[in-house]
């Protein structure tokens, strides 16, 4: 039986701006930093900005993950949008923090167009990228051969087309040198479409399917390509509100939200860090008790402590919120 591993390799994705009354970078990059930090609970930032962009952007910098470069962000004053970019060792850093699926989901609720989706598959075989890519549909030629010093790789189908497929293997001593990748990637509007299934398609929580319909194309007829075999890795989607989130809360929603706190960006009287932080017991997360995942009973905020709290109530109840907003409406 043959192991394989389906995950993301590469995104890239397109967010709008806020336009810019200067001709500076610096001041861009202000509002770069802010799109970015604000992200799927701050789970990536922009560090360190390069000496140049890549046309047509004229700056770009780096986006990192507690110390380690997951990707770019190419921007300029004169566009109304920046370019993010996840590379593969980006990919599979958020995928092991257990982030990427927050990542990819708020990228792509707040992207204008998503431009490079990549979806390896890494089969455990000895079998060499010339063998497997042969054994393919015969419309398709290799567009290019290479070998290095340190592997070998097939490229079936242009780089401008909306759809490519890499198929590539490592010399030993490298780490991945046991395992043959297939790595398809799709451009344009097809991106976006993949991208909405490898992160919202419950029905398929290992990716065969999405793996076998984007390379389904290439009529890829060796046996392996079955992938009916071994495991798959599933992208990490939260169940909040249960007890198995008890690592995801504690290693990353308590450091980001501590982290806008202490930037000013949830204010000091803020009602849902009050709820979620100072009244809930430890080891409880919206009521529920992230230890033996038994209900609690959910405080309430003192009056004091809301500024929407109505004289002579104890505590702000639904109906008190929806009355304040149509009021305020």
């Known amino acids: 039986m043959t192991e394989h591993f389906i995950s993301c390799d590469w995104l890239s994705v397109s967010l709008p701006v806020l336009p810019e009354k200067t001709d500076n970078d610096g001041y861009r990059r202000l509002n770069i930093v802010a799109l970015i930090d604000s992200a799927a609970f701050g789970a990536i930032q922009v560090g360190e900005t390069m000496p140049r962009g890549r046309k047509p952007y004229s700056a770009s910098a780096k986006l990192m993950r507690e110390g380690v470069h997951v990707g770019m962000v190419f921007y300029g004053h004169k566009m109304p949008h920046c370019v993010v970019e996840i590379t593969g060792r980006g990919c599979q850093k958020l995928e092991s923090d257990g982030v990427f699926w927050l990542v990819a989901s708020d990228l792509s609720n707040r992207s204008i167009n998503v431009t490079r989706f990549d979806l390896a598959v890494d089969l455990e075989t000895d079998i060499s990228p010339g063998e497997f890519a042969a054994m393919r549909g015969k419309r398709w030629k290799t ?35 046991h395992l043959l990748r297939v790595e398809v990637t799709v451009n344009k509007s097809l991106a976006w479409r993949v991208l909405d299934r490898y992160i919202n398609d ?46 995801w809360i504690t290693n990353v929603v308590v450091p980001c939200l501590e982290r806008l706190r202490a930037t000013g960006e949830i204010p000091e009287d803020d009602r849902v860090w009050y709820e979620l932080f100072v009244a809930l017991p430890p080891y409880a997360y919206r009521g529920v008790n992230l230890e033996n995942n038994q209900e609690n009973n959910r405080p309430t905020l003192p009056e004091h402590e809301n500024k929407n709290s109505k004289k002579g109530d104890n505590a702000v109840t639904d109906k008190d919120d929806e009355h304040d907003n149509q009021s305020e409406n």
């Open 202 to 247: 419950e029905t398929d929580p290992d990716h065969v399917s999405l793996a076998r319909d984007m390379a389904a194309s290439f009529e890829f007829s060796h046996e392996l390509w079955k992938l009916d075999g071994g495991t798959a890795i599933k992208s990490w989607r939260p169940d909040t509100g249960k007890a198995g989130t008890k690592k």
């Open 143 to 177: 567009t290019n051969h290479i070998k290095s010093e340190t592997g070998e790789t097939f490229y079936i189908g242009s780089k401008s087309s909306e759809r490519q497929c890499k198929v590539y293997r490592y010399y030993p001593p490298h780490e991945r040198a």
